[in-house]
Structure formats: C-alpha cells, structure tokens
C-alpha cells in the first residue's frame, strides 16, 4: 500500500470534517450566511440529522454489519484485501453510487419512503448540511451505508476510507452555495470541459435542478438527477436532465412548514400541521372528475397533473411526489379558453378530447 493512500485513510474521518469547515467558510466568506433565509426549523432539522447520521447511524450500522458477517460468513473476512486498490476503489464506489441511485429514486416513488426523505426538500435555499437533511429513518435504511460494513468486512477498509472523503466532496459540493460549475456556463471555451465532466460526476447545477420546486421554469427536475456521486446511472436509466442553470425556487409545492420535530422523528412523531403528509389525519385523495376545467389561461408555462390527487386541479401542486406520477409540462402561447383534462384519460393530456364521455367513473389511481 502506497504510505500517502494509508495515511489518508487514517486520517479519512478528519477529512471529511475538513471538507464541510472549507466549504462551511467560503459560504461565510462569500456572504451565503448573511443573506440565508434559513429559519430556525432549518437548521435544527439540518444540524440534528448530520450529528446523528456521523456520530450515531453511520457507526452503529457499520458495527452491526460486521459483527453479523464475522458469524454469518466468517471464511468471507479479508477477501478482497489483495486486490489492487484502484481497482477495489472503483468497485466500492460504482457498488454504493447504484445502491444509493435507486434507494433515493425510490424515495420518489413510493409514499412510505417519501416521507422519510421529504425534509430533504422542504429546504428553501441549499448549503452544505442540507446533504444530510432527512428523517433519521431514511439512513437506517440506506443500503449504501450497510454496503460500507460489507465492503471493509471482505477487507476493503482502506477503499472505503479513501472512497468516503471522495463522495464527501462531490456530495457536499453539490448541495453548496459554492457553485464551482459556474465558470463553465459563463465562458464558451470552457463549455466542452464541463460537458465531459458532467457526464461523469454530480455537478452543483445537475444537482440544484433536482432540490427546484417543480419543472415549470424548464431548469428543475425534481423527478430527476438522483445521481449522488456519478452522473451515469441517470443517464443510463433515463432520468437525466443537464441543465447549464439554476432553479429561481427551491423546495416542494405548498409546503405546510412542519415542525423540525416531525421532519427528523417521522413517523415516530407526526406533524401538527393540519393536512401535511407528516401529519395523523393525512388521506391521499383522488380529486378526478368526469368533466374538463374550462379556463382562460395566460401566455406562459404550467404544470398539469397526471397523478389525479391534486387539490389545484388541473394544475400539480406536488401530489405526485412519492409516486411513479409526473407532471406534464406545457406552455401557452396566447391568452384565450382552454379545455383542460380532469378525467386523466385523455390522450393528448393537458387538453380534454372528451375520454371524460365514454368513462363511468373517474380512473383509478395507484395507491402509494
């Protein structure tokens, strides 16, 4: 083993509190604190689940791991501790990013999980710490961190280190308000190099375009970019929006702003909001009906809902979110009477061809 490579992984857990100080103090020194309209829910949420997740979570799972594989499979211990480190590093790496891409496209797609990583989103503006902005729940079930135990178990201890500090940066990187992508965008020459990086790892506006409250300014793709450390698997799996800008509005739709209780302790402790999805009383409606919303609508873009449970029908108001249910973007050129469809069986949806005639009742929409 190369002396450098073994002394940074000694030192990995220094590392990685060194990435969050520097970045920590180029969002100071470029003023990104002083203009913050974080509350104080924010940083409760946000400074709670990052101690948790470092000091409690990630340690007591890597524990566990090993000490359930040294009696499960002991003759597996050290395996892999032969191989060549490079090697090992990109495997370890390549494994964890495919977990976590599906683990968080997932969390996107079914209700349950949703709501564990819902916090996550309800960020207004990001930083740093918003990376490990979740309820404490969604990590205990993160497999990628599981995967940590199994990989230094089979004796990759010293990739894991070397691999953790890696995705510390890009993680940290893009969720930061230090957006070193820019100076891409800004000059012509410079836009193939970020073409190509782009195509690889995670860049801060890849990143920022999925934390945007909705599609409608043509930059967000918040059903989108679930990528954490490599852009591939989007790419791969058709989620992949490369955008070479930044979402005006960050968070979801009509966020009821829970308490920093709920948001961290869900669902062991619900929400006192009154209809949020954290809350007791909370019901996935469907809000269909057999007939069009006749409306005059002003030139511009909108966002129509295809999930059914919207109550700004036939407009999305995030209903969607915690389901495989997208919004259809579409734009209008000039101001006059439109028939919307409401039914959700029309083909050429947003615009009513009247399936709404030849159906009985509203369609049913897949619970979450």
Known sequence: MVPLIQFLADKHEALVVSILVVFGLLEAALGCFANSKRSKVDLLVESINTVILMGLTKPLIVVLTLAILSRVIPWAEGSVSGW???????????VDDLLQYWYHR????????????????TATELGLLVSYRQAIYYYMLMPNIWWLGVYTFVGGGVPVAIGIVLKQLIIISSHSLITWDSIFHWYLALKPILRI??????TPAFH???HAVSKV?????PNGNFGNMFSIWDQMFGTATFVHAYPKEYGIPCDPLDNWQSQTFYPLIKSDKVGSELSR?????????????????????????????????PFCDGSHHGTKFQPIRYSVKRKKEYRLCQCKLCAHAPFCDNSHLRSTRPVERESP
């Open 84 to 94: 060549p480190f490079w090697f090992s590093l990109l495997l370890f790496l390549l």
């Open 106 to 121: 997932s969390a996107h797609e079914y209700k349950w999980l949703w709501k564990l990583h819902r916090a996550h989103h």
């Open 197 to 202: 990086v782009e195509r690889i790892v995670i």
């Open 208 to 210: 920022h375009a999925h």
């Open 217 to 221: 300014d043509g930059i967000g793709n």
């Open 281 to 313: 009383d909370h019901q996935w409606q469907a809000t269909t009906v057999n007939e069009p919303a006749v409306l005059t609508l002003e030139p511009g873009d909108y966002l129509y809902c295809v999930c059914g449970h919207s109550k700004t029908q």
